[in-house]
């Protein structure tokens, strides 16, 4: 681990700068959680609408009251069941938290990442007692990042842009997206899934001992819900493996030229390879990307929930392309 890149990093995030930040799931454009204006800067490197919440990233022994107004029961036996790892917990928020990070919204996201990098970032900005805001180091609505190269691709070099500066921390482990767990309205819908990820929905219910509710499309506002997310620019679509090679010589039928992504491996491999292979599938410059239907079993929920946003017009887009 390169410790002067490190702390560098946490003195730019102190003066309110932008940073990417290598995690476990995907990598995030980190800036300072109590800095209104940092966190604005982020809105408007990504494009993301400014009332969408971002996830506050903490270090492993944080002072959880500076964010969370109540840390219910439900909270603190997933928290030692998962963290630091993969898994968001949307909570009642401390009123301290700004609007920004918040969207307006009453409630706030925490983890705690367990890249050794992202923690060695924490412990080192604000002497371990800061929260670094970080959605995902992409513009709004495309992929997610899974290297620092993938985040140079999005924002430009450190330093020409919005972006001060990343921090190596190879590829990603998980490669999807964090389980985010809505445990804000526990008295109303009980603790909710709003986003597949790493740890499964099973995985959660095992350890609160009760079923999730399952997504729900009003509030919180879950910006990776929207449809139309996770998306190349190449439309892509989801199909069933007994269709694929019958719709690849129909393409080129028509003179179009389509490329695949196959499903092989289990699902934690498929999940770490696939931002990348997305990213390099789009540079291809092709009329369209098939995408082989997974399995539609517990273990591939997150990866069928990113395909299918990234999918979100399968039968439009072959239907356009064929004419
Ligand atoms: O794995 C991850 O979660 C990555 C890494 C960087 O930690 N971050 C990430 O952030 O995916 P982002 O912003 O791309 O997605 C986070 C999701 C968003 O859809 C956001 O709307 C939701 O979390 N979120 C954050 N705070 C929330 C809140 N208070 N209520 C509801 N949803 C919230
Ligand atoms: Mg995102």
């Known amino acids: 681990m390169d410790l002067d890149a490190i702390r560098a990093a946490a003195r730019l995030l102190e003066a309110g700068r932008l940073v990417g930040m290598p995690t476990e799931t995907v990598y995030g454009l980190a800036a300072d959680a109590d800095n209104p204006d940092a966190v604005a800067a982020i809105f408007a490197a990504k494009g ?28 603190t036996q997933l928290i030692a069941a998962f963290w630091p790892g993969p898994l968001t917990l949307i909570l009642k928020r401390a009123p301290r938290v700004p609007a920004a990070v918040t969207g307006g919204q009453d409630s706030v996201g925490l983890r705690c990442p367990s890249h050794p990098v992202a923690q060695a970032l924490l412990a080192e900005f604000r002497g371990g007692q800061g929260g670094l805001a970080a959605p995902s180091a992409n513009r709004f609505g495309r992929v997610s990042p899974t290297s620092a190269q993938h985040v140079i691709d999005e924002f430009g070099a450190p330093g020409t842009g919005a972006l001060a500066a990343v921090l190596d921390g190879g590829q990603s482990d998980v490669g999807i997206e964090s389980t985010i767990i809505d445990l804000s309205r526990l008295d109303s819908v009980g603790p909710a899934l709003l986003r597949p990820g790493g740890i499964s929905a099973q995985q959660i219910e095992a350890v609160l001992g009760r079923p999730l509710a399952q997504p729900d499309r009003v509030a919180p506002r879950v910006s990776g819900s929207l449809d139309a997310h996770y998306a190349p620019a190449t439309p892509v679509a989801l199909v069933a493996s007994s269709e694929l090679g019958q719709i690849v010589d129909a393409l080129q039928a028509m003179g179009r030229r389509a490329v695949t992504l196959r499903c092989d491996g289990d699902a934690p491999a498929y999940a770490h390879a696939l931002y990348a292979k997305l990213r390099a599938l789009d540079r291809e410059g092709a009329d369209l990307i098939l995408v082989e239907q997974p399995p539609q079993e517990a273990a591939w929920q997150g990866v069928n929930d990113r395909l299918r946003r990234a999918a979100f017009d399968s039968v439009g887009v072959v239907e356009r392309l064929l004419g």
């Not at 969408?52 to 009251?65: E, K």
């Open 48 to 75: 993301r609408p400014s009332n969408h919440p971002v996830i506050v990233h903490v270090a492993r022994d944080a002072d959880l009251s500076h964010w969370a107004a109540e840390l219910p029961l439900e909270a």
